[in-house]
């Protein structure tokens, strides 16, 4: 389905499906050195949003300070923060009022198009509007937006939110390219590869850029969620590693959740390399083809072809890429679909 037509390069030896070469592909390796973070911040992270629960509206890294910090609604939970060694602040609305404020979007605002987030830093939800978006539609959106006061914040993105899905160069189905995620394996041994839900439910079999058989799909989720998982049959290497781009690859020995502020790498067939950061969690989409929750959203460019690809940081796996708006040229809003519950789901694990 793509016009272009690149190199091709025998086996799979990268996580991420290696199509392009750097050369091929000017500016991919685009991504900014890593900023310092405080140790264990996720793991402080996820403790103290379990320990509070609705009570906060969420944590995040501050990038100027480079410290972890919580939003809290009364003194007491603050002083729980600071006990813990991050930084508090309070907040007008818990996680409780804009979670409900999603759910009304999720009755009144869901169009294709359009997306949302709950973004802790300014304490609201984040609804984004696609150029698609027009006419009635538009003014359905403005409206449902309008009842929730300040708790929601509208903002106008670039192009159309759409599945980065496209025909070429990559891991190859039938008339699509998609990238792989990572390489995963079950308790007995056996080798799989997870990648986005709407590939897997486009080809039920993929190969390599040189035509070499890969596997073929055990089980797809789109929409609603978006992953699926692809049961290597092939006579290929599947290390546990992200390619760069560079002709150097990231080892790849964990899973993680992703938090707010988190300085994150995407690796793709399409556009390669390109860093930014967590904007929010839990968000939701509306495509064309459907609704998909649960989501990491970032301002990481990617493209058409990219989807499935590799959201990491440092050795920890994130995500898989599964659509968004713009390309890598006047950037752009991206969603993953974060990894964990996708070895939850089929019982497999990286490393």
């Known amino acids: 389905m793509s016009s272009h037509h690149l190199p091709r390069r025998a086996g799979l030896t990268v996580l991420a499906a290696a199509a392009l070469t750097a050369a091929a592909v000017p500016g991919a390796h685009a991504a900014q050195p890593k900023p310092a973070a405080p140790a264990d911040t996720a793991k402080t992270a996820a403790k103290l949003a379990k320990q509070l629960g609705d009570r906060s509206a969420g944590a995040y890294l501050d990038r100027t300070t480079h410290k972890l910090v919580v939003t809290v609604t009364s003194d007491a939970d ?194 390669g390399l390109h860093g930014g950061t967590v904007n929010g969690l839990d968000a939701t989409v509306n495509y064309e083809e459907g609704s998909v929750s649960g989501l990491i959203d970032t301002d990481v460019c990617a493209e058409p072809g990219d989807s499935g690809g590799s959201l990491f940081d440092g050795t920890s796996a994130l995500g898989l890429t599964s659509g968004g708006s713009g390309d890598c040229s006047s950037g752009g809003e991206t969603f993953f679909q974060p990894v964990p519950p996708v070895l939850s789901a089929y019982g497999v694990d990286v490393g």
Do not use: M
């Not at 937006?145 to 039938?174: C, E, N």
């Not at 997870?194 to 929409?223: K, M, R």
């Not at 049959?233 to 938090?259: E, W």
């Open 78 to 271: 603050a002083r729980t923060v600071r006990a813990a060694g991050a930084e508090a602040r309070t907040v007008a609305h818990d996680r409780a009022a804009l979670r409900a404020a999603t759910a009304q979007l999720g009755r009144t605002a869901r169009v294709p198009g359009t997306a949302w987030y709950i973004d802790p830093r300014t304490d609201q939800v984040v609804l984004s509007v696609d150029g698609t978006v027009t006419g009635a539609k538009l003014a359905k959106v403005k409206a449902a937006a309008g009842k929730l006061g300040s708790t929601v914040r509208t903002r106008q993105v670039r192009g159309k939110f759409r599945p980065l899905i496209s025909g070429g160069d990559a891991i190859y189905g039938a008339n699509v390219r998609c990238s792989l995620g990572f390489n995963v394996h079950d308790s007995s041994g056996n080798a799989y590869f997870i990648t986005a839900g709407h590939c897997g439910n486009d080809s039920s079999y993929w190969t390599d850029e040189s035509g070499n058989e890969l596997g073929n799909v055990a089980d797809s989720q789109f929409p609603g969620t978006d992953y699926a998982i692809v049961q290597y049959t092939g006579n290929v290497d599947h290390p546990s590693d992200v390619d760069l781009y560079d002709g150097s690859t990231q080892p790849i020995t964990q899973a993680a959740d992703a938090y707010v502020g988190e300085y994150v790498q995407r690796s793709g067939s399409t556009s």
